[in-house]
């Protein structure tokens, strides 16, 4: 399935695997099926994989392998995957849609034209995929959003977005795993993604699903890693 890939040299010792498909869906799946082939065969003078929405970067060893060299050997590696989605894990996270928790609220019904009902109905009815991880330690881009969702981010960002925060931004959600500056329009609160994954020795990998499931404030707040 390698026709649907293209290798670019990327500095003097990085490969990147580009991913060229129909939809970010589609190459998200891609991606995950690449780095699953990475776990059962990975060769020495590969030094580093990092994945993305829609590549795969691999740095190697320039003085084990010639760019030329890998790039015919990843071709040979890789030949074998398929569209098949990968199935990854599944987790079901709290999240506390009460106005305090949801200081965006407002802005989203005016970008969607929808009720406060239905921004949380579309919300909790989507399996979302981990798309990717990044940006800061234990944050993952959870996707897509029903177009009808899809909000613009913040002109302005917030100096702080507290831990646990779950906001909006295009087509994506996230949660905010740490304290951190964010323009993402903030609809709910759940855990500390961070530190649950830190606990229960996790991580959360693309390919993964998230959903959510409602609580109260009250049942929110009683949460160990609210």
Same mark, same amino acid.
């Given at each position: 399935?390698?026709?649907?890939?293209?290798?670019?040299?990327?500095?003097?010792?990085?490969?990147?695997?580009?991913?060229?498909?129909? %939809?970010?869906?589609?190459?998200?799946?891609?991606?995950? %099926?690449?780095?699953?082939?990475?776990?059962?065969?990975?060769?020495?003078?590969?030094?580093?994989?990092? =994945?993305?929405?829609?590549?795969?970067?691999?740095?190697?060893?320039?003085?084990?392998?010639?760019?030329?060299?890998?790039?015919?050997?990843?071709?040979?590696?890789?030949?074998?995957?398929?569209?098949?989605?990968?199935?990854?894990?599944?987790?079901?996270?709290?999240?506390?849609?009460?106005?305090?928790?949801? =200081?965006?609220?407002?802005?989203?019904?005016?970008?969607?034209?929808? !009720?406060?009902?239905?921004?949380?109905?579309?919300?909790?009815?989507?399996?979302?995929?981990?798309?990717?991880?990044?940006?800061?330690?234990?944050?993952?881009?959870?996707?897509?959003?029903?177009?009808?969702?899809?909000?613009?981010?913040?002109?302005? =960002?917030?100096?702080?977005?507290?831990?646990? !925060?779950?906001?909006?931004?295009?087509?994506?959600?996230?949660?905010?795993?740490?304290? !951190?500056?964010?323009?993402?329009?903030?609809?709910?609160? %759940?855990?500390?993604?961070?530190?649950?994954?830190?606990?229960?020795?996790?991580?959360?990998?693309?390919?993964?699903?998230? !959903?959510?499931?409602?609580? %109260?404030?009250?049942?929110?707040?009683?949460?160990?890693?609210?």
């Amino acid at each position: 399935m390698t026709d649907s890939m293209t290798f670019l040299p990327y500095g003097e010792q990085t490969v990147l695997i580009q991913v060229h498909k129909d %939809s970010l869906q589609a190459a998200c799946g891609q991606v995950a %099926s690449i780095m699953k082939a990475f776990e059962h065969h990975r060769e020495d003078y590969i030094t580093e994989i990092v =994945p993305a929405f829609d590549s795969v970067m691999v740095k190697y060893d320039f003085r084990a392998i010639s760019f030329d060299t890998l790039v015919e050997a990843l071709t040979v590696n890789l030949s074998n995957l398929t569209d098949n989605e990968v199935a990854g894990k599944q987790y079901q996270l709290p999240i506390c849609y009460d106005g305090v928790y949801a =200081p965006d609220m407002e802005i989203v019904c005016q970008q969607t034209g929808l !009720s406060v009902d239905e921004v949380i109905d579309q919300h909790l009815q989507t399996n979302f995929t981990v798309m990717m991880t990044g940006f800061m330690p234990g944050f993952a881009y959870l996707g897509e959003l029903p177009e009808t969702l899809a909000v613009a981010r913040k002109t302005v =960002p917030r100096v702080r977005v507290e831990a646990g !925060s779950v906001g909006l931004a295009g087509r994506m959600t996230g949660i905010y795993s740490t304290d !951190s500056p964010g323009g993402w329009q903030i609809i709910g609160k %759940s855990i500390n993604l961070l530190q649950f994954q830190l606990d229960q020795d996790i991580r959360l990998s693309t390919g993964d699903h998230i !959903s959510f499931h409602r609580v %109260s404030a009250t049942e929110f707040q009683n949460n160990p890693y609210s």
